[in-house]
């Protein structure tokens, strides 16, 4: 990342949320909110966008891990969580993906600076997977939308499905469109034949 790592605290003790914020300025990274209670890190992530949310578990008004959630359903944020000591049940409950690491107090900038590092790699190769699923998913339904538009053109003009399909080419080419796109004009156009036939 080219340039400062952008990060939001909320932890509802002032000395440790101080301590924070010092030790991710002086390990480079740009301090955007720092907030005490869970609503107002909602509120503070909603105007800065962090990169990364370090977060108390047990913050008033809600708690962490629903501020978390909050914070992810408006967009992708990954989230390091804090807590005063370690908790299995917990941790079991903070399974999402948005999670990516937890501290229990007191925190040390070594222990800090692993946690970021490890948890944006985690947060990256689970986001890029995510993307690469939904690709894969796109091309999928692009594949059928374009089999049924070639079915189409072979019905209509009668001709072979080779032939159907370079004529579905040539239209892409001609106007300078995608194939996916005419494939998506052609069954616009044949269910809006079929519905007329209805009527």
Same mark, same amino acid.
């Given at each position: ?65 629903? !501020? ?25 409950? !903070? ?38 699923? !939904? ?53 616009? !156009? ?10």
């Amino acid at each position: 990342m080219n340039r400062k790592l952008r990060v939001a605290i909320g932890e509802d003790e002032g000395e440790v949320r101080s301590y924070l914020q010092e030790a991710l300025t002086r390990m480079g990274y740009q301090v955007v909110a720092s907030a005490g209670t869970g609503q107002e890190l909602i509120d503070r992530c909603q105007e800065t966008h962090p990169d990364l949310v370090i977060t108390d578990i047990r913050m008033p008004r809600p708690d962490g891990l629903q !501020a978390a959630r909050t914070i992810n359903a408006q967009a992708p944020t990954p989230v390091l969580l804090v807590s005063a000591h370690h908790d299995p049940e917990l941790l079991a409950s !903070a399974s999402a993906d948005y999670i990516v690491g937890y501290l229990v107090k007191p925190i040390t900038e070594p222990n800090l600076k692993t946690a970021i590092t490890v948890g944006l790699s985690r947060f990256e190769n689970f986001q890029s997977v995510t993307r690469e699923s !939904a690709e894969l998913r796109q091309a999928l339904e692009d594949r059928k939308l374009i089999e049924k538009a070639k079915g189409i053109v072979m019905h209509r003009l009668q001709v072979s499905e080779d032939e159907a399909f370079r004529r579905l080419r040539k239209r892409a080419s001609d106007q300078n469109m995608k194939l996916i796109e005419v494939a998506r004009q052609l069954v616009s !156009a044949e269910d809006i034949f079929h519905s007329l036939d209805r009527t």
